[in-house]
C-alpha cells in the first residue's frame, strides 16, 4: 500500500507483514524513519469496528492508534479516513497506473505542498476532499458531471458544504450526486436560480439543547439571496437567514419546516422537516407538567374556596400548593401572598405577617405582600414595621390605600411619641423615646427580612 498524508510518521510504502483479528495487517518500510507504524483492523475498541494506524498491533485490552477510519471496508484502501491525516491510502499497482510513475521511490518522507504532477488543478481540489474523488475525475466516470460541480463549488460553499457532499458522494447518496449535477448544468446554463446544497433531513427529533436547522445555498450571479423559514406553511416571524435555531424542548415547536430561498423571481425550497420531540423531551415534560399540576390544582381549588367564603379551607389549600411549590420559587411566593391576606381577613395577625415575611424573603418586589404585612404589623402593635411596608407598597404600586395607611400610621406613631414625651418630661437623665426609637427600631423602608 502507498499512503500519502501530511505527517511523517504516517506517509509511505506499507508492506503486507501479519494480521489482526482475521484482516492482514500492513506494516510502514522504516528505512528513513526509525519506529514502526502498523495499518490494522479491530472490531474490539472503539464504537464501531474500524481500520488504525498504530504504532504497533493491538495488546490483551490497549490500543495506541493515531487515527481511525470512519467506517470498515475490506480492505483499508477502501476505507474512509479523515482528511485532515490520511490524503490517500492506495494499493501500489493502481497507484502507479494513475500517476504514470513507478512508486519504487516512495519513501517514510512527508509529501510537499505542491501536489504531484500527473493531478489536473481540479482533482488537486477535490483531493482535499476525498481521495476517490481526486483520481475518479480525469479519467472517463460515472460521477464525472456531479465532481464537476463539486468542483465550481470551491468558490462558492463552505467547506463543510463540499465535505458533506463529497461523502455522500462516495456513499452512492442519489440526491448528493443529482445536486452536484444540477449545479454543473446551472453553471454551464449560467442560470440565475438558487440552489440548494445543504438542508435538514427529512426528521428531526429534539430535546433539551438548542437545535438549529440549517440551509445552505448559492446562484452563480453573486447577488445575495434571501432565506425565509416556515412552519406547517406559515412564515415564521424574523427568521430571515440560512441558520434557524430552536431553544429547548417544547411541544409548539413541532410541526414541518421548510426554508424558502429567493433571488428575484426564482425561488427554491428545501424539503420538508418533520420536527418532533424526543422520547426524552416528553418524559421530561410530564414529569413537569406533573410536578407543576401539584401545586396549581390546590392553587385553584383554593381560589374557589376564597370565593364560596370557605377561607379555612382557602387557607389549608394555599398552604399545600406553597409546598407543592418547593422547585418553583414564583408559584411558591404567589402562594404565600394570598394565603397572607386571606390570613389578614381572618385577623390571624401574626401568621400573615409570617406568611408575608417568608414571601417577600423570596420576592422583595411583592406589593401585596408589604401590605399584608404592614396590616398584620399594624394589629400587633408594630406602629414602625406598619409604615415602613406601607411605605414600600405605596413605592412599588398595585396598593391604592397604601399611602393613607401610611400616613395614619405615622400620625399614630406621632401621637405615641408625644404621649411619652409628656410623660417624661422633667424626668432628669430620661431619653427621648422617639430618639431611642428611631436609634434601635426604625430601619428604613422595609426590603424584606425578619421583623425588627
Same mark, same amino acid.
Given at each position: 500500500?502507498?499512503?500519502?498524508?501530511?505527517?511523517?510518521?504516517?506517509? !509511505?510504502?506499507? &508492506?503486507?507483514?501479519?494480521? @489482526?483479528? !482475521?484482516?492482514?495487517?500492513?506494516?510502514?518500510? $522504516?528505512?528513513?524513519?526509525?519506529?514502526?507504524?502498523?495499518?490494522?483492523?479491530?472490531?474490539?475498541?472503539?464504537?464501531?469496528?474500524?481500520?488504525?494506524? !498504530?504504532?504497533?498491533?493491538?495488546?490483551?485490552? %490497549?490500543?495506541?492508534?493515531? $487515527?481511525?477510519?470512519?467506517?470498515? +471496508?475490506?480492505?483499508?484502501?477502501?476505507?474512509?479516513?479523515?482528511?485532515?491525516?490520511?490524503?490517500?491510502?492506495?494499493?501500489?499497482?493502481?497507484?502507479?497506473?494513475?500517476?504514470? =510513475?513507478?512508486?519504487?521511490?516512495?519513501?517514510?518522507?512527508?509529501?510537499?505542498?505542491?501536489?504531484?504532477?500527473?493531478? @489536473?488543478?481540479?482533482?488537486?481540489?477535490?483531493?482535499?476532499?476525498?481521495?476517490?474523488?481526486?483520481?475518479?475525475?480525469?479519467?472517463?466516470? *460515472?460521477?464525472? =458531471?456531479?465532481?464537476?460541480?463539486?468542483?465550481?463549488?470551491?468558490?462558492?460553499?463552505?467547506? &463543510?458544504?463540499?465535505?458533506?457532499?463529497?461523502?455522500?458522494?462516495? *456513499?452512492?447518496?442519489?440526491?448528493?450526486?443529482?445536486?452536484?449535477?444540477?449545479?454543473?448544468?446551472?453553471?454551464?446554463?449560467?442560470?440565475?436560480?438558487?440552489?440548494?446544497?445543504?438542508?435538514?433531513?427529512?426528521?428531526?427529533?429534539?430535546?433539551?439543547?438548542?437545535?438549529?436547522?440549517?440551509?445552505?445555498?448559492? %446562484?452563480?450571479?453573486? +447577488?445575495?439571496?434571501?432565506?425565509?423559514?416556515?412552519?406547517?406553511?406559515?412564515?415564521?416571524?424574523?427568521?430571515?437567514?440560512?441558520?434557524?435555531?430552536?431553544?429547548?424542548?417544547?411541544?409548539? *415547536?413541532?410541526?414541518?419546516?421548510? $426554508?424558502?430561498? %429567493?433571488?428575484? *423571481?426564482?425561488?427554491?425550497?428545501?424539503? +420538508?422537516?418533520?420536527?418532533?420531540?424526543?422520547?426524552?423531551?416528553?418524559?421530561?415534560?410530564?414529569?413537569?407538567?406533573?410536578?407543576?399540576?401539584?401545586?396549581?390544582?390546590?392553587?385553584?381549588?383554593?381560589?374557589? /374556596?376564597?370565593?364560596?367564603?370557605?377561607?379555612?379551607?382557602?387557607?389549608?389549600?394555599?398552604?399545600?400548593? /406553597?409546598?407543592? /411549590?418547593?422547585?418553583?420559587?414564583?408559584?411558591?411566593?404567589?402562594?404565600?401572598?394570598?394565603?397572607?391576606?386571606?390570613?389578614?381577613?381572618?385577623?390571624?395577625?401574626?401568621? /400573615?405577617?409570617?406568611?408575608?415575611?417568608?414571601?417577600?424573603?423570596?420576592?422583595?418586589?411583592?406589593?401585596?405582600?408589604?401590605?399584608?404585612?404592614?396590616?398584620?404589623?399594624?394589629?400587633?402593635?408594630?406602629?414602625?414595621?406598619?409604615?415602613?411596608?406601607?411605605?414600600?407598597?405605596?413605592?412599588?404600586?398595585?396598593?391604592?390605600?397604601?399611602?393613607?395607611?401610611?400616613?395614619? @400610621?405615622?400620625?399614630?406613631?406621632?401621637?405615641?411619641?408625644?404621649?411619652?414625651?409628656?410623660?417624661?418630661?422633667?424626668?432628669?437623665?430620661?431619653?427621648?423615646?422617639?430618639?431611642?426609637?428611631?436609634?434601635?427600631?426604625?430601619?428604613?423602608?422595609?426590603? !424584606?427580612?425578619?421583623?425588627?
Amino acid at each position: 500500500l502507498v499512503v500519502t498524508s501530511p505527517y511523517p510518521n504516517l506517509h !509511505g510504502r506499507y &508492506t503486507d507483514s501479519g494480521e @489482526c483479528e !482475521g484482516r492482514p495487517a500492513f506494516l510502514r518500510d $522504516c528505512q528513513a524513519h526509525n519506529g514502526d507504524t502498523w495499518i490494522f483492523y479491530s472490531a474490539k475498541f472503539g464504537q464501531a469496528p474500524c481500520w488504525y494506524f !498504530g504504532s504497533s498491533l493491538p495488546k490483551t485490552g %490497549s490500543l495506541r492508534s493515531f $487515527c481511525s477510519s470512519r467506517d470498515a +471496508p475490506a480492505s483499508p484502501e477502501e476505507a474512509r479516513w479523515p482528511p485532515e491525516d490520511i490524503v490517500a491510502v492506495r494499493d501500489e499497482s493502481v497507484a502507479a497506473d494513475l500517476t504514470g =510513475q513507478s512508486t519504487a521511490d516512495v519513501s517514510g518522507s512527508a509529501p510537499s505542498t505542491a501536489a504531484p504532477s500527473a493531478l @489536473c488543478g481540479e482533482c488537486q481540489d477535490l483531493q482535499t476532499l476525498g481521495a476517490s474523488m481526486a483520481y475518479a475525475r480525469c479519467p472517463p466516470s *460515472d460521477h464525472a =458531471q456531479a465532481l464537476k460541480g463539486l468542483g465550481l463549488l470551491s468558490k462558492y460553499a463552505s467547506s &463543510t458544504a463540499r465535505k458533506k457532499l463529497c461523502m455522500a458522494l462516495e *456513499d452512492g447518496d442519489v440526491i448528493a450526486k443529482r445536486r452536484l449535477e444540477d449545479v454543473s448544468s446551472a453553471f454551464e446554463e449560467q442560470a440565475s436560480r438558487p440552489l440548494i446544497l445543504l438542508e435538514p433531513p427529512s426528521v428531526v427529533e429534539i430535546g433539551p439543547s438548542t437545535t438549529g436547522l440549517i440551509c445552505e445555498a448559492f %446562484s452563480f450571479q453573486g +447577488p445575495q439571496l434571501k432565506y425565509q423559514w416556515c412552519k406547517d406553511g406559515v412564515v415564521i416571524p424574523r427568521a430571515e437567514r440560512p441558520r434557524f435555531i430552536l431553544s429547548g424542548a417544547n411541544a409548539k *415547536d413541532e410541526g414541518s419546516y421548510v $426554508c424558502h430561498v %429567493s433571488l428575484e *423571481d426564482e425561488v427554491a425550497t428545501t424539503r +420538508p422537516c418533520a420536527l418532533s420531540l424526543s422520547a426524552s423531551a416528553k418524559e421530561a415534560r410530564s414529569a413537569e407538567a406533573a410536578k407543576r399540576a401539584r401545586f396549581e390544582l390546590p392553587s385553584r381549588q383554593a381560589s374557589e /374556596a376564597a370565593e364560596a367564603g370557605k377561607l379555612d379551607l382557602a387557607v389549608s389549600l394555599l398552604q399545600e400548593a /406553597a409546598q407543592a /411549590a418547593e422547585d418553583n420559587e414564583a408559584a411558591r411566593a404567589d402562594a404565600l401572598q394570598r394565603r397572607s391576606e386571606l390570613l389578614v381577613k381572618m385577623s390571624r395577625w401574626q401568621e /400573615a405577617f409570617q406568611d408575608a415575611e417568608k414571601a417577600l424573603r423570596i420576592s422583595p418586589s411583592l406589593a401585596r405582600s408589604h401590605a399584608a404585612r404592614a396590616a398584620a404589623a399594624e394589629q400587633l402593635g408594630h406602629l414602625a414595621e406598619a409604615v415602613s411596608s406601607w411605605e414600600t407598597a405605596e413605592l412599588l404600586g398595585g396598593v391604592p390605600e397604601a399611602a393613607a395607611r401610611a400616613e395614619d @400610621c405615622r400620625q399614630r406613631l406621632e401621637k405615641f411619641f408625644a404621649e411619652r414625651r409628656a410623660k417624661n418630661l422633667g424626668a432628669d437623665g430620661a431619653e427621648d423615646p422617639e430618639e431611642g426609637w428611631r436609634r434601635s427600631g426604625w430601619q428604613g423602608r422595609y426590603a !424584606g427580612g425578619a421583623a425588627g
